[in-house]
């Protein structure tokens, strides 16, 4: 076991005399200095331990108010109040351990201050949590006090830190000194000693020096950033061992606070960012297919291409935003793509494009261009187009339509895009259904025109339509003639031909506003808004001498010419709503033309009351 190295001086101080003990003396004081420097030094881990203390308890509360928040798993819960009270505690410590230094101690009650004012902040956001108001404590959360709080924290805490480890460095080099001191007298008395006392001084000095040496040594490892460094040799002393414990002990508690704290910190860091990106993940999905459930719903009840195109306009970009773009439908009759709505200021070509202009579409799935020359553009995106997305819309291997985006889908919005698309072209699917079930309803399927019943459906709207407006809406009644000759001579199947082949004629004829109807038979009702019988006869007449200029084959047969007689009358609001009396009016004036010979036109002129006059236009 070590002896004691103040029980050799004593014995050295009684032969050396007065000067010994004037050695003594001054070896005791600085001995006494050492220690009091190493009482500072642990002093200043103490107030580092309270500081990681301090940040480590705030940031497991504020973890456990996150959790609790986002999950409203109470076993989160259960810990605040803990790492609150400790965190406090550690707040208080610092202001206590920091008395000696006033600019220390001015930085702990700022720093108190603040883990109040977290404490407070973390507690207002706990009590909504457990009111059952979450909304509320995330929005709390979202206002980004609590962060700003805690960052403001950390680097109070850092500049605290750092400048008590300046600090403890200091003291440390203090100790030192006064190691190099005693050195410095021992070596400078040793001579004198050494001829008085011979062996015994010298065997003292060497059981002074290697210890000393020692400390020296692993003072310059920790110095120059080795933590691990230990005094782990015999000091050959009580004294000395009793100081390379207190290092030893220093050192360790150092470098576990300032391991624990390292990994305090990697660890809240990992679980905050995978928190917060699940939350992220989950807040937004949830946002999206709220959005989209909104937007499928309207779009399976809108009836027109008009309704879609308007929930298209309105949705898409909320689902996508800052991104432009356009739906294009798939029309089978012409085999195009049709664009039926288009949003983000993002000009569009309405006659639409060909299947095969678009790679999404040979390709059947999505196409995009990130960069210049990353792919293959698409003839319909233009030569210039240098990133842009195509989203195939298919249901059943069947091309329903295509989504074009102008820009980069970034991978956080596939989901997005996913989900946008299938809903999409489940609602296009079904408006096609519904629109090929409608047009059945309403056409007449021997020559595709509209049928009786739209006819005065339609009649009854323009009727409305053109009072409360004023615009004039007028009806054209048109009869093949002679169509029964073609039935008797030819058959009945020549008698569809001569009215599909009139219905034609009439429907690439008419403005695209105008509604011809089969009224039933071989006669056709023409409603056309906006115009005066007067106005529409010239352009009836075009049309009837179209038709007599006609020769109808059928299966390599001729069947002769066709004519048609046209009556025309003009609404006057004596007439009926239901549109009866204008339809008697029209089809007054075309028997009119059927008696006086047939093949022309007569417009049905009412003045007054009920005066009118039919004047023949050929």
């Known amino acids: 076991m070590p002896g004691s190295l103040t029980r050799r001086i004593i014995v050295l101080c009684s032969i050396l005399g007065g000067l010994l003990t004037l050695l003594a003396g001054v070896l005791l004081s600085q001995s006494m200095?050492?220690?009091?420097?190493?009482?500072?030094?642990?002093?200043?881990?103490?107030?580092?331990?309270?500081?990681?203390?301090?940040?480590a308890r705030l940031n497991g509360a504020e973890s456990a108010q996150r959790g609790f928040v986002l999950t409203h798993d109470l076993a989160f819960a259960a810990t605040i109040d803990e790492e609150i009270s400790t965190a406090r505690q550690g707040a208080a410590q610092l202001v206590d351990l920091t008395r000696d230094n006033p600019t220390q101690h001015a930085r702990a009650r700022d720093i108190r201050t603040l883990v109040e004012q977290r404490v407070e902040h973390i507690r207002q956001g706990l009590a909504m949590a457990r009111a059952n108001n979450f909304p509320g404590a995330r929005t709390l959360a979202a206002t980004g006090e609590g962060r700003f709080l805690m960052r403001l924290i950390k680097a109070r805490i850092g500049d605290f830190t750092s400048d008590e480890r300046a600090l403890s460095?200091?003291?440390m080099l203090a100790a030192r000194n006064r190691l190099h001191t005693m050195a410095w007298i021992v070596a400078l008395v040793t001579p004198f000693t050494l001829i008085l006392i011979g062996l015994i001084a010298s065997s003292l000095v060497r059981r002074i020096r290697k210890p000393v040496g020692a400390m020296m040594s692993?003072?310059?490892?920790?110095?120059?950033?080795?933590?691990d460094a230990r005094i782990d040799m015999s000091m050959e002393s009580l004294e000395f061992e009793q100081l390379a414990r207190g290092y030893n002990t220093m050192v360790g508690e150092l470098a576990t606070a300032v391991a624990d704290q390292v990994d305090s910190q990697e660890r809240l860091h990992r679980a905050h960012l995978e928190l917060s990106h699940n939350a992220d993940i989950l807040r937004e999905r949830g946002e999206v297919i709220e959005l989209l459930g909104g937007m499928a719903h309207r779009m399976q009840a809108a009836r027109t291409d008009e309704e879609l195109a308007a929930v298209i306009?309105?949705?898409?970009?909320?689902?996508?935003?800052?991104?432009?773009?356009?739906?294009?439908?798939?029309?089978?009759?012409?085999?195009?793509?049709?664009?039926?709505?288009?949003?983000?200021?993002l000009s569009v070509e309405q006659s639409g494009f060909a299947p095969d202009q678009c790679w999404a579409l040979r390709r059947g799935q999505s196409h995009f261009v990130i960069e210049p020359k990353s792919d293959i553009v698409c003839p319909h995106a233009g030569p210039g187009a240098d990133h842009y997305h195509c989203e195939p819309l298919l249901a059943g291997g069947e091309v329903i339509g295509v989504l074009y985006l102008k820009g980069v889908v970034e991978a956080e919005s596939r989901f997005r895009l996913t989900v946008l698309s299938?809903?999409?072209?489940?609602?296009?699917?079904?408006?096609?259904l519904q629109r090929g079930l409608r047009e059945q309803t309403i056409r007449d399927p021997l020559t595709g025109l509209f049928n009786r019943r739209y006819m005065e459906e339609t009649l009854a709207l323009e009727i409305a339509r053109s009072t409360r407006s004023g615009q004039p809406l007028s009806v054209v009644m048109a009869d093949v003639d002679h169509f029964k000759r073609f039935n008797d001579e030819f058959g009945h199947d020549a008698g569809d031909t001569?009215?599909?082949?009139?219905?034609?004629?009439?429907?690439?004829?008419?403005?695209?506003?105008?509604?011809?109807?089969?009224?039933?038979?071989?006669?056709f009702t023409i409603i056309a808004p906006g115009t005066t019988a007067a106005t529409l006869a010239a352009r009836v007449d075009a049309i009837r001498q179209s038709i007599?200029?006609?020769?109808?084959?059928?299966g390599g047969q001729m069947l002769g010419t066709v004519t048609m007689s046209f009556g025309i009358a003009t609404w006057e609001e004596s007439m009926e709503r239901d549109g009866s009396t204008l339809i008697s009016a029209a089809d007054s004036v075309l028997y009119q033309a059927k008696r006086e010979g047939r093949n022309r036109v007569i417009v049905n002129k009412r003045v007054g009351k009920a005066r009118k006059e039919a004047v023949a236009v050929s």
């Open 548 to 554: 007599s200029e006609l020769t109808v084959n059928r």
């Open 313 to 345: 306009h309105v949705f898409v970009p909320r689902v996508l935003a800052d991104m432009p773009g356009a739906l294009y439908a798939h029309n089978n009759s012409r085999n195009l793509l049709i664009p039926i709505a288009a949003w983000g200021d």
């Open 33 to 55: 200095q050492m220690n009091s420097s190493l009482d500072w030094v642990t002093h200043s881990s103490d107030v580092l331990k309270a500081a990681n203390q301090t940040i």
């Open 422 to 432: 299938e809903n999409i072209a489940s609602a296009l699917v079904n408006h096609r």
């Open 169 to 171: 460095e200091s003291r």
């Open 498 to 523: 001569v009215l599909q082949v009139v219905s034609a004629e009439m429907r690439s004829r008419f403005r695209e506003g105008d509604v011809i109807c089969r009224y039933g038979g071989e006669e």
């Open 218 to 227: 692993v003072m310059e490892q920790l110095g120059s950033g080795d933590r």
